[in-house]
């Protein structure tokens, strides 16, 4: 028996060293080392995987290396340090909801690092702190914070999308005008760096980790936890639709003119947006108070546009969630199993001049509504003199855009799961050339919270960190000198 025994040990040593050494299997390497560390993972094939694999967006359907499913922040060590050591690039993934799949990397190959299972919230009711963890969705974070205290911070509408790539990287909602980005929320992080070691960060520890993060966290390292303060609830909301008839380019043009002016100065309480698709065009929002006030805080936007109000309608804090969460359930979690098919992109600009604003409506009218494509175009009231956005210093965080007015999004989608047509870019960027075409590099910027998958990675940093990049790439060399949590338009170090 003994010498049997013997040769059993040397033959599996033998194949462990083979096995290590060889460049084939990278996804063998890298889930013995997972498994040796006792990082729990998806199986290749299993229902799991096939959930965390699949991004909101369809048409960007990464293939991961391999998926760890951390449930403890020493999890997360771990499977940083597994890919660190194995030259394999690491991400984390939230709510899945980057427009780009940036979440499995945005590109093939990655390891994935699902947070979804992490996703504890807990208010301190007496200093109105929140402990977020970094794979809870928004709707969840928000149902809970209500739950716990009728508290809140300002965030986006969607429930399933993650606080994590929302937080980091700006998170723009219908509260925003009034409260401010979610960001602006952000007391502190715990983040695990790509050495694999945790650290907090605040106003006072490690500060440049934490300007960094409130921007472009996604290249800085994982959080597994976020520490926001909170706002109570008001008692009372409300949320409007207000349809504007444009029938031409002339009448067009005087009506984004108007919202832009109004724009400017309109109450802190009004948060609203002109969404703009080939068939009509509303002006939608949210009023801090209640419907009277609304309507006469409205009144002269109303007279000068010709909108007519469809809905304006009282509510409490979780019917206008309810409301602009499309009566999705709020409180998502795993499994989540919502999907689209598009193409998207962003603009953000101050307000726009006679000449950019027949160039957009000129476009707008004359190429685009022709194009019976699903698109639309959102233009959300970002900044303006009272915006809650333009408050804090423009340096006060990596986010490099509070100056601008208005923060576009364009979108253009099939139905779920159809082919993506190969001439399908073209509204969006067409739409985007006209607006910004001879405009100073300086007058305008993109957001990487919706991204372009189609530009390239300098002008990527260019478009979405504007003139916080050079500092964000030496921040970037000092905690991730390796790339270790490259994508393709991730902060690069320098
Ligand atoms: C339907 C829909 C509605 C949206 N509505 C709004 C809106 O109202 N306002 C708005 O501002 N934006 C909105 N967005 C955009 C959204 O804010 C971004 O897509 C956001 O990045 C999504 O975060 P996620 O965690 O869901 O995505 P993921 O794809 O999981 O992650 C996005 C990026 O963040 C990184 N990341 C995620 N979690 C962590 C973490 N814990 N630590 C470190 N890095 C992390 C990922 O690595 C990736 O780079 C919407 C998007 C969709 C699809
Ligand atoms: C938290 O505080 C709010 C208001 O201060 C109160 O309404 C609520 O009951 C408290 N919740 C808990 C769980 O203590
Ligand atoms: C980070 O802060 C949290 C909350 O204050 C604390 O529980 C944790 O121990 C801190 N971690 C580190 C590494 O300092
Ligand atoms: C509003 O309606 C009036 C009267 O029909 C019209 O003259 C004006 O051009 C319209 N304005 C807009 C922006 O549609
Ligand atoms: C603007 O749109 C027009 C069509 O209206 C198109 O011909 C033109 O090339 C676009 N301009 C730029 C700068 O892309
Ligand atoms: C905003 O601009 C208006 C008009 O110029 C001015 O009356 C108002 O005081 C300004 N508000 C703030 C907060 O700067
Ligand atoms: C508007 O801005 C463009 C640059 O986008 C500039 O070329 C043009 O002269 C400006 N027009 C007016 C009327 O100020
Ligand atoms: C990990 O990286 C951080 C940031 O660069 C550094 O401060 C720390 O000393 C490193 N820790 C180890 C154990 O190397």
């Known amino acids: ?10 033959a599996a040593t ?12 990278k996804a063998e390497a890298l889930s013995d080392c997972l498994s040796k560390s006792g990082v729990p993972t998806d199986a290749l094939g299993s229902e799991d995987w096939k959930l965390d694999a699949s991004p909101y967006n369809l048409r960007l359907n990464f293939t991961p290396v391999g998926i760890a499913v951390p449930t403890t922040v020493k999890h997360i060590q771990d499977a940083v340090a597994c890919a660190a050591k194995l030259g394999v690039k690491a991400n984390a993934k939230c709510g899945g909801h980057s427009y780009a799949s940036f979440g499995l990397g945005g590109e093939d190959g990655h390891l994935t690092i699902e947070m979804d299972r992490m996703n504890k919230v807990i208010l301190n009711n007496a200093t109105g702190i929140a402990s977020v963890e970094g794979g809870s969705r928004l709707g969840h974070v928000a149902y809970e914070l209500y739950n716990q205290g009728k508290r809140a911070f300002s965030h986006g509408t969607c429930p399933g999308v993650g606080v994590g790539g929302h937080a980091l990287h700006g998170g723009f909602g219908m509260s925003s005008h009034t409260k401010g980005l979610a960001l602006d929320w952000m007391v502190g992080a715990t983040v695990v760096l790509a050495n694999s070691t945790v650290v907090n960060c605040s106003a006072t520890e490690n500060p440049d980790l934490f300007w960094a993060v409130r921007g472009a966290g996604s290249s800085m390292g994982v959080v597994s936890e976020f520490r926001f303060n909170t706002f109570v ?9 207000a349809a504007v008839q444009w029938p031409t380019e002339e009448r067009a043009l005087v009506g984004v003119q108007a919202v832009q002016e109004y724009a400017e100065t309109m109450p802190v309480e009004l948060n609203m947006r002109l969404f703009i698709q080939s068939r009509f065009v509303n002006l939608e929002g949210m009023w801090y108070g209640d419907k009277a006030s609304l309507t006469a805080a409205l009144a002269p936007l109303v007279k000068k546009t010709n909108a007519t109000v469809q809905l304006s309608q009282e509510g409490g804090w979780l019917d206008q969630l309810k409301h602009f969460g499309n009566g999705v359930n709020l409180d998502q979690g795993h499994p ?7 193409y998207s992109s962003s603009v953000y600009t101050k307000a726009l001049n006679e000449t ?3 160039a957009f409506v000129s476009y707008w009218f004359k190429v685009a509504k022709k194009n019976k494509r699903d698109w639309y175009v959102q233009i959300d009231l970002h900044g303006g003199n009272t915006s809650a956005v333009t408050k804090p210093a423009v340096d006060s965080t990596s986010y490099a855009h509070r100056d601008y007015l208005l923060m576009y999004l364009f979108n253009d989608r099939v139905d779920k799961g159809v082919a993506f047509p190969a001439d399908g870019f073209g509204v969006t960027q067409n739409f985007i050339r006209n607006i910004t075409d001879g405009m100073g590099r300086s007058n305008w910027g993109q957001y990487i919270n919706y991204p372009d998958p189609n530009l390239d990675q300098a002008t ?4 979405y960190w504007g003139g916080h990049l ?5 921040i970037k060399a000092s905690v991730d ?3 270790v949590f490259h994508y393709p338009q991730g902060v690069v170090p320098v």
Do not use: R, W
């Not at 050079?470 to 030496?474: C, D, E, G, T, V």
């Open 356 to 358: 950019q604003l027949k």
């Open 233 to 241: 609830v008001p008692e009372k909301v409300t949320y409007f639709v």
């Open 336 to 342: 989540y199993n919502y999907h689209e098919t598009f």
């Open 470 to 474: 050079s500092k964000l790439q030496k």
């Open 14 to 25: 033998t194949l462990a060293s083979i096995c290590q050494a060889s460049p084939l299997d």
């Open 460 to 463: 990527a940093q260019t478009n």
């Open 481 to 483: 000198p390796e790339d």
């Open 1 to 10: 028996m003994l010498p049997f025994l013997a040769l059993a040990g040397l």
